[in-house]
């Protein structure tokens, strides 16, 4: 396990720096040397799933937008993104791009090293497995970057991110490739997985359904519809969605029903390690801590709350209300009125309280079959069946929302597609609220639900604000900037900056 470990950390990133992009120096570990044997192959997967985290994700999605309010413990965290303040020096861009190339290069250097393992007798089924599950991984990391740094992921031509299945040498300046290039990468990957991974659902590792759930997302950022309702649908006969009990029992990493695939966190692992002796923005592995200090009580040092924008669409029937709202909030009943505003309207972030005893830190769900769900309400859409008791925009929504409110819902009539893709984006906001989905589904849905970011004119008020109070989809801050440190290690890729930038 040592010199596996050895690896993982010496690993270079493609695209940090110069000094990352020299993965050849002299002394490193070489795969040859690292996977030996088909437990080296399992350990190097292990330290694969160590490179993935959501809580950049999480954080810039509930920041930018419009999830989030200044907390009244707040010393200035994360103000310029708060700001919508964004550019090629940004945190949030320099941190998705490396951390998403630094998965895809761990994942191809266990891809390739597997060429030249023995394998032997009894072990051809893990050997699969392993292969399978990290061509699922880099094709998941592919997407990822697609999803953040390309303009329009329906534009096969458009300019993607840079499609990586080799190890770059420290000469290679490599160009953008535009979207159906990383598409090919992608689907040849997600091919091999499928053609690999062997049947079994623990939400906690790459599974043949992760493959079936990607594919899903994926197709309905690329606006193929058909595509993503077919994937969709095979998923929630085996994933029902969760009830009442178990929706907030998920939240406290008890319940898995409804969960595809999450990314585990622990008491001892390397985040909950990352995490310990520091608090606020500095525990990166506690997705908790990207809204308060210690934990999320009214003396936990909540630095952000609850925007009020996001907080007048909860209702306190719906179960969604427990989970997001912190039990110990304080809540105004005539907010817009109030004396001292900020201390009379304290709506406490309660979706990561934290498990096995450990403050703020939860598992991170990337996949779970509410999604899926939606996705058939936008594919409807789409195809014009907004209304309707059943096969509709109203009728998925309306599923959905019995699950989470104490009794049945009516079932809503939209004058139009403009109000279904807005009732769409609302209750994702909802459904998905500070798990890293509200910038992306800003950019995807906005302008057909004619909504862009919007917050409560209270929460603008703040001098910390600096009016920062509204953004509209159309503008290029919906696509991160390519980050300086790339631009810096890659003159090539100078000229293919994104627009606005």
């Keep these: 396990m040592k010199k596996i470990i050895k690896f993982v950390f010496l690993l270079a990133l493609f695209a940090s720096c110069e000094d990352a992009i020299d993965i050849d120096q002299v002394g490193n570990i070489t795969t040859d040397v690292a996977f030996q044997s088909v437990q080296d192959l399992q350990e190097g997967l292990n330290g694969l799933y160590t490179n993935y985290d959501m809580v950049q994700e999480i954080a810039h999605a509930s ?10 413990n707040s010393g200035g965290q994360r103000a ?3 700001q919508f303040i964004l550019d090629a020096t940004s945190a949030a861009p320099a941190t998705l791009w490396v951390r998403g190339y630094g998965e895809i290069n761990t994942a191809t250097r266990i891809i390739l090293a597997a060429e030249n393992v023995p394998v032997e007798e009894g072990e051809q089924g893990d050997y699969n497995d392993i292969l399978g599950q990290a061509h699922a991984l880099r094709a998941y990391s592919h997407f990822k970057l697609l999803s953040y740094f390309s303009t329009d992921m329906t534009d096969d ?14 000469d290679d300046a490599l160009p953008r490739n535009t979207n159906a290039q990383v598409f090919a990468l992608i689907e040849a990957d997600l091919q091999r997985a499928e053609n690999l991974i062997a049947d079994q659902s623990n939400a906690t590792f790459v599974s043949q359904d992760f493959v079936t759930a990607l594919r899903a997302r994926m197709a ?8 993503a309702v077919t994937h969709a649908q095979s998923l929630l006969g085996d994933y029902p969605i969760a009830d009442r009990t178990e929706y907030a029992n998920m939240f406290l990493d ?19 390690r990352a995490g310990n002796g520091v608090s606020g923005i500095a525990a990166q592995s506690r997705a908790g801590a990207k809204f308060a200090f210690t934990n999320e009580t009214i003396n936990g040092g909540a630095y952000f709350e609850i925007g009020r924008s996001l907080f007048n669409l909860l209702d306190t029937d719906d179960i969604r209300f427990d989970v997001n709202v912190g039990s110990e909030s304080v809540i105004s009943a005539d907010y817009q009125n109030a004396a001292d505003f900020e201390n009379e309207d304290i709506l406490l972030v309660g979706k990561y309280p934290g498990s096995e005893t450990q403050p703020l830190m939860n598992d991170l769900k990337v996949f779970r079959s509410s999604e899926m769900l939606l996705i058939l309400a936008e594919a409807a859409a789409v195809n014009g069946n907004i209304n309707g008791a059943a096969n509709s925009t109203a009728a998925y929504i309306k599923q959905l929302r019995d699950a989470r409110f104490t009794a049945a819902q009516p079932l809503d009539n939209y ?11 609302n209750e994702r906001r909802i459904e998905f609220a500070f798990e890293g989905h509200r910038y992306l ?4 849905l906005g302008s057909l639900a004619n909504q862009g970011i919007l917050r409560d004119p209270l929460d603008c008020a703040d001098s910390r604000v600096n009016g920062a109070c509204s953004l509209s989809v159309t503008d290029h801050r919906f696509t991160l900037p390519i980050p300086q440190v790339e631009l810096i290690a890659n003159p ?3 000229e293919q900056q994104n627009p606005g930038y």
Excluded: C, H, W
């Design 63 to 72: 920041t930018f937008t419009d999830e989030l309010a200044i907390g009244f």
């Design 80 to 82: 310029t993104e708060y």
């Design 157 to 170: 031509s458009a300019l993607g991110v840079v499609a990586v299945d080799f190890i770059p040498s420290i």
């Design 220 to 227: 309905l950022y690329r606006g193929q519809y058909a595509t």
């Design 254 to 272: 008890v319940d898995n029903t409804e969960i595809i695939f999450k990314l585990e966190r622990t008491l001892g692992d390397v985040f909950d």
């Design 415 to 425: 004058a139009n597609a403009t109000e279904a893709y807005a009732a769409i984006l």
């Design 441 to 444: 589904d800003l950019k995807r």
């Design 492 to 494: 090539t890729m100078r």
